[in-house]
C-alpha cells in the first residue's frame, strides 16, 4: 500500500489510520484501488511542486498512463491549457480526459515544435533534460517523477539545477506521499465527476506476477489493478 511502507501483495495489511480515507461513493473497490498512489504523485507534482495556476500552458509527458490519466484531468480542474503526450493509439483517450491538445511522441517531438510551456509534469523520460529546458516559458517549472536510468536521476537531481537556475528555470524531482487530506481533496473530485481513475486491465491475486509482466511493458492504459477474492 503506498506510503504504508513496502511487503508483498497479501489480503490484509496494516496501515496506519493518517493513511486512509473513505471510498468515493461512486468508485467499486477496485476502482478506488487505483487512485491514491498515482493520483497523489499528480496532485503533489502539479499543485505543490509545479505550483499550477490558472491559464498556464501544462504539457503532461506520458498521458496515458497511471500518473498521467490523473495529471491531464488535476491540470483541467485547476484551469490550466493541458497538452498531453502519448502514442498513436491513446490519443483520443487522453482526449476524453480533457486535454485540450494531444501530441503523438512517434511522429512529433515536442522540444522541437517552438511552443513553450510553463509547467511540464514528466513520468516516463525519452526526452533529455536539456531538450525539456528548451520547452519551457520564461521561469517555467520541470517536473519529473523518481524514475529513469541512474544517468538520467543524476542529469535531473545535480546537473539540472545548477543549469535551470542559470535561466531563471526550475528542475524538481518528486516521489509522491500519501495524506489524508489530500485523499480526502481527491475523494471530492471523483465524486464531484471531476476527476475519474482509468483502468486498463485486472488480474486477481493470484496472477499478480502476470500483472507485473504487462505492466513493465511500458504500456498499460492507466492502471493495472489487483483483484482480491469476495
Avoid: W
Wanted: aromatic share 8%; proline share 4%.
Amino acid at each position: 500500500m503506498f506510503g504504508c511502507g513496502k511487503s508483498a501483495y497479501a489480503e490484509y495489511v496494516c496501515a496506519p489510520e493518517s493513511a486512509l480515507a473513505p471510498k468515493p461513493a461512486n468508485l467499486s473497490f477496485e476502482e478506488a484501488a487505483a487512485v491514491p498512489e498515482a493520483a497523489m504523485v499528480a496532485l503533489h507534482g502539479l499543485r505543490d511542486t509545479g505550483r499550477i495556476l490558472p491559464g498556464q500552458k501544462v504539457l503532461i509527458y506520458s498521458a496515458s498512463g497511471g500518473i498521467g490519466t490523473f495529471a491531464v484531468q488535476i491540470a483541467k480542474y485547476y484551469g490550466a491549457e493541458v497538452t498531453g503526450v502519448c502514442s498513436t493509439r491513446n490519443l483520443e483517450m487522453v482526449r476524453s480526459l480533457g486535454a485540450d491538445h494531444v501530441i503523438d511522441y512517434t511522429k512529433e517531438d515536442f522540444t522541437k515544435s517552438g511552443q513553450l510551456y510553463d509547467l511540464i509534469l514528466a513520468v516516463r523520460k525519452t526526452r533529455s533534460v536539456f531538450a525539456i529546458k528548451r520547452a519551457l516559458s520564461p521561469g517555467g517549472i520541470y517536473v519529473s517523477t523518481a524514475s529513469g536510468s541512474p544517468l538520467r536521476l543524476y542529469q535531473e537531481a545535480v546537473v539540472g539545477p545548477r543549469n535551470f537556475k542559470q535561466d531563471g528555470k526550475e528542475i524538481h524531482i518528486i516521489s509522491g506521499k500519501t495524506n489524508q487530506k489530500d485523499l480526502l481533496f481527491m475523494k471530492e473530485l471523483i465524486e464531484a465527476g471531476k476527476v475519474r481513475p482509468v483502468i486498463d486491465r485486472r488480474y486477481p491475486l493470484s496472477e499478480v506476477l502476470e500483472a507485473f509482466r504487462y505492466y513493465e511493458k511500458g504500456h498499460a492504459r492507466g492502471k493495472v489493478v489487483i483483484t482480491m477474492q469476495s
